[in-house]
């Protein structure tokens, strides 16, 4: 066992499903789903009209300084709070650790600007209901917020938690689509093992919940389901046609082994192992999941372990149709009849945030000893030949998760947690 080993000592989220890990194992313990009738915009033009909202956050609750939150898009503020939920969760202050060897590796989407905060220089350029191009650079800029950029930037989650934290060392932002996340912890456990850090902060974030997103990023890949919104998101179901937005945000304080014991730290869980495959999508030609497979058998190689000491999947499971079918695939030929879970029945895609909030649900899953249920799992497709966890959660000896996310371009990524 090596001081480098790269241990997890606490851990926060923000979800749709609860904020705090309480919160959030109640309605996993609950089969309580976070998808609901979007209320922040209105969606009734749109190509869904279901998301997974956060709907009783209260930024000021976390933020400081408070006029932080001026510079602050709503992925930001996610960020923060979970990050300030994780701190605390390690026994950590901004004081404790050599702050050039405490850093912030987080994974984040581009974020889109919310339409609220350039409507008054849209509409200085527009005449007759019709928008003057040339108009932009002489009218517009003076309708804008001077600091406007700065709440959109996608690195800026990370730099407001170092700032807050004092941490001096390697401050890094991974925008990698859904596997964004994934990707930063695995950047995070490299920077510990080559001895870089003593501390990082990493996770993702992200709210999909912008008309922007909902209209651009969207097409083809909501679900078209017209009943309840909690039915609407169906990983691996025979009857799955899409997915659903959310948002959220989980952060995980990562260290080496030997900091963390120095300073008596709990340990909740061992980081390790990583693995990253693309699989470029050619023209004509669809994508086989060979990245997939390459990602989980090189995360396990990478662990070191065998297959008997992992006891579950924490799947991508998106709920689009042929998505579903290649990641089941690569699951079962690699890892057999292992129990899977599918976190996004309960809170849909939250993009570059989705696998640390799902990470998060795996914690809680060691924490407990009991695998939650994916929620509309009704119809099993035989074309996904996975063991899902449904009906009833199932009791497990918290060794060990394969966390798995995949792009829609090709990138896939792995990460497997054994429990210490």
């Not at 919160?23 to 998808?35: D, I, K, M, P, T």
């Not at 989650?157 to 941490?167: F, L, M, N, P, V």
């Not at 990583?274 to 662990?303: C, M, N, Q, V």
């Given at each position: ?53 956060i ?19 709503r ?23 050599e ?13 889109y ?24 650079g ?60 003593d ?28 009943g309840?919104?909690?039915q ?42 990583t ?38 999947v ?32 309960y ?74």
């Amino acid at each position: 066992m090596s001081d480098r080993e790269v241990v997890l000592t606490g851990y926060g989220i923000v979800s749709p499903i609860g904020i705090g890990k309480d919160a959030c194992y109640e309605s996993l313990h609950q089969g309580r789903s976070g998808v609901i009738s979007v209320k922040s915009f209105d969606a009734s033009t749109s190509r869904c009209a279901f998301a997974a909202e956060i709907c009783d956050f209260e930024p000021k609750q976390y933020v400081r300084p408070r006029k932080s939150l001026k510079v602050m898009s709503r992925d930001i503020q996610l960020a923060f709070a979970a990050a300030e939920m994780a701190i605390s969760d390690a026994g950590l202050t901004p004081e404790m650790g050599e702050p050039e060897r405490k850093g912030v590796i987080f994974g984040t989407d581009l974020i889109y600007t919310d339409p609220e905060s350039v409507d008054s220089a849209y509409r200085s350029c527009t005449e007759n209901r019709q928008f003057d191009f040339s108009s932009w650079g002489t009218r517009a800029m003076e309708n804008m917020y001077p600091l406007w950029l700065l709440k959109y930037l996608p690195n800026m989650s990370a730099c407001h938690i170092g700032i807050a934290q004092d941490a001096r060392g390697a401050n890094n932002s991974i925008t990698v689509g859904d596997t964004s996340s994934l990707i930063a912890v695995a950047e995070a456990m490299h920077a510990i093992e080559r001895g870089a850090l003593d501390i990082a902060i990493t996770g993702g974030t992200s709210s999909q919940l912008n008309p922007t997103v909902f209209d651009f990023r969207g097409r083809g890949r909501f679900s078209q389901h017209r009943g309840d919104p909690t039915q609407a998101c169906r990983p691996f179901d025979r009857d799955r046609d899409g997915t659903v937005h959310g948002e959220g945000a989980a952060a995980f304080i990562l260290e080496s082994r030997s900091h963390a014991e120095k300073r008596g730290a709990e340990i909740i869980a061992t980081v390790a192992g990583t693995a990253s495959y693309f699989e470029p999508a050619k023209e004509g030609a669809e994508l086989t999941g060979i990245a997939i497979r390459h990602s989980i058998e090189g995360a396990i190689s990478d662990a070191n372990v065998g297959i008997d000491e992992i006891d579950h999947v924490n799947a991508h499971g998106i709920a689009l149709p042929q998505e579903d079918q290649l990641e089941a695939t690569a699951i079962q030929s690699v890892l057999g009849d292992i129990p899977v879970i599918a976190p996004k029945s309960y809170f849909g895609n939250i993009g570059g945030g989705g696998g640390a909030v799902e990470m998060a649900i795996s914690l809680l899953a060691f924490q407990e000893g009991i695998l939650p249920v994916s929620l509309n799992y009704e119809n099993p497709d035989p074309a996904c030949p996975v063991n899902v966890v449904h009906h009833e959660p199932r009791k497990i000896a918290g060794r060990g998760a394969v966390l798995l996310n995949q792009g829609r371009d090709g990138q896939a990524a792995a990460v497997v947690l054994l429990t210490d």
